[in-house]
């Protein structure tokens, strides 16, 4: 079945530490998004890319970096400019970028430092 | 600037109780406007969306929403619920000729007592 596929469910960051959540999809969409979830705030956006090698920042992306280099995977790296990193980040994809596009979402990735 | 709320952080309700979650958004131009549930520790998955037409929507496991242009609303409504809807539930509003990307309310917690 496709899908969108977050590794790992659970991460722990030390202080001054990058790190690396994972996304990939087999859906053959193009577009592909990177939310933060915290508690009471709803779905904040942090980078999205609507093709390879291009993508474009969100409301929230100081502290934060992508690549999109293969169309399938949207790896997001947390960097230590981050000073509050623990939260619930959440990877979509559509099929093309466009309101009429309904975003699908993987199950998740939950950051906390250590 | 877009803007969508979800005025009830949680709602209770017994089980095979009518629900209905409210959602308002404001901007002027034709909304493109969604739903979403998400269990715990999962993505999520859309139930609903609504871009033009009869302004009742119906969507996945017995949901419909209605959209009000009059009151800017787009309330989320089930007869009966069951406890497997318990869930976080988030509105999403896009606006045609602006940014693809939709803004997230901050999302209702649906509690179903048996």
């Known amino acids: 079945d496709g899908g969108i596929t977050q590794s790992p469910k659970y991460l722990f960051r030390k202080e001054g530490q990058n790190v690396t959540l994972s996304c990939e999809q087999n859906l053959n969409h193009d577009a592909m998004y990177w939310y933060r979830q915290d508690p009471g705030q709803g779905l904040r956006l942090i980078y999205y890319?609507?093709?390879?090698?291009?993508?474009q920042k969100g409301d929230i992306a100081e502290g934060y970096s992508v690549s999109r280099e293969k169309k399938e995977s949207f790896p997001l790296t947390v960097t230590s400019a981050q000073k509050n990193p623990t939260a619930f980040y959440l990877c979509a994809s559509s099929i093309r970028g466009g309101l009429d596009q309904p975003q699908h979402f993987g199950d998740g990735t939950r950051l906390s430092i250590l | 600037a877009q803007s969508v709320t979800q005025p009830d952080i949680h709602i209770t309700v017994s089980e095979g109780a009518s629900l209905e979650l409210r959602c308002n958004y404001s901007?002027?131009?034709?909304?493109?406007l969604f739903w979403y549930v998400q269990s715990p520790g999962q993505g999520l998955q859309l139930l609903l969306k609504?871009?033009?037409?009869?302004?009742l929507v119906q969507g996945i496991k017995g949901f419909e929403a209605e959209f009000k242009r009059s009151q800017s609303s787009f309330n989320l409504r089930k007869p009966s619920v069951h406890w497997s809807d318990a869930a976080e539930y988030f509105c999403a509003v896009g606006q045609s000729g602006g940014s693809y990307i939709p803004t997230f309310g901050r999302g209702t917690s649906l509690i179903v007592h048996p």
């Open positions: 890319s609507q093709i390879v090698n291009d993508f």
């Open positions: 901007y002027g131009a034709t909304p493109y």
């Open positions: 609504y871009f033009s037409g009869d302004t």
